[in-house]
């Protein structure tokens, strides 16, 4: 079975410029979180899809960051303009229903460096 | 509010000592407790879980972890530490909603 898969592994950008996150979770998993890792810190989560719908977005600083899930499966992440304190690791994960028991599965992550 | 904590940011161990890595807790609730692993470059990876039942919890690996209402904690254990388990680990709690809700992490060394 493959994996949660994310693209690009690595980008370094100027502060004030844009930058995209893909991912694509396990085949049929329905829920699809992205989280945001700051060194020396834990995940924290930025936005929750069910499906192609929002269940969480609390913690999304929307007035730089926006996310979409279009048709249910693949997402994307985006910030703009990005500031110097968006350096982190962004973390894309999925489980099959969103329960709370559930196994969340992560990708390896997009590693983010703003200058 | 819920939160996870982690008391040791780093620990060091030489290989085949026994290793405790230790998780507190607040929540609520019955509280829905997860370990996961990340190696250097790589996504975390469940390493076990409890919601339930037993409050001695088997994962891979040779993990283990004990979960003690009483201390609200949740701490892992391995008997014999491998130098292959040099990672960092989090322990987690699901909260409602199904979002984890991540401790700061503990960095694990191990020593030949």
């Known amino acids: 079975e493959a994996g949660v898969a994310q693209s690009p592994r690595y980008k370094i950008i100027e502060k004030r410029q844009s930058v995209a996150f893909w991912c694509n979770p396990i085949?049929?998993?329905?829920?699809l979180y992205w989280y945001q890792q700051i060194l020396g810190q834990g995940p924290k989560l930025l936005i929750q899809f069910q499906n192609n719908g929002v269940v969480d977005d609390s913690q999304l600083p929307k007035d730089r960051f926006s996310a979409e899930r279009l048709k249910g499966v693949d997402s994307t992440l985006k910030i703009q303009p990005a500031k110097l304190e968006d350096s982190a690791v962004y973390l894309c994960?999925?489980?099959?229903?969103?329960?709370?028991?559930?196994?969340?599965?992560f990708g390896p992550g997009t590693r983010l460096l703003v200058l | 509010a819920q939160s996870v904590t982690q008391p040791d940011i780093h620990i060091t161990v030489s290989e085949g000592a026994s290793l405790e890595l230790r998780c507190n807790y607040s929540y609520g609730a019955t509280p829905y407790l997860f370990w996961y692993v990340q190696s250097p470059g790589q996504g975390l990876q469940l390493l076990l879980k409890?919601?339930?039942?037993?409050?001695l919890v088997q994962g891979i690996k040779g993990f283990e972890a004990e979960f003690k209402r009483s201390q609200s904690s949740f701490n892992l254990r391995k008997p014999s530490v491998h130098w292959s388990d040099a990672a960092e680990y989090f322990c987690?709690?699901?909260?409602?909603?199904?979002?984890?809700?991540f401790g700061q992490g503990t960095e694990l060394s191990v020593k030949p």
């Open positions: 409890y919601f339930s039942g037993d409050t």
């Open positions: 994960a999925s489980s099959s229903s969103g329960q709370r028991q559930e196994t969340q599965y």
């Open positions: 085949s049929g998993h329905a829920t």
């Open positions: 987690a709690v699901g909260d409602q909603g199904g979002k984890l809700i």
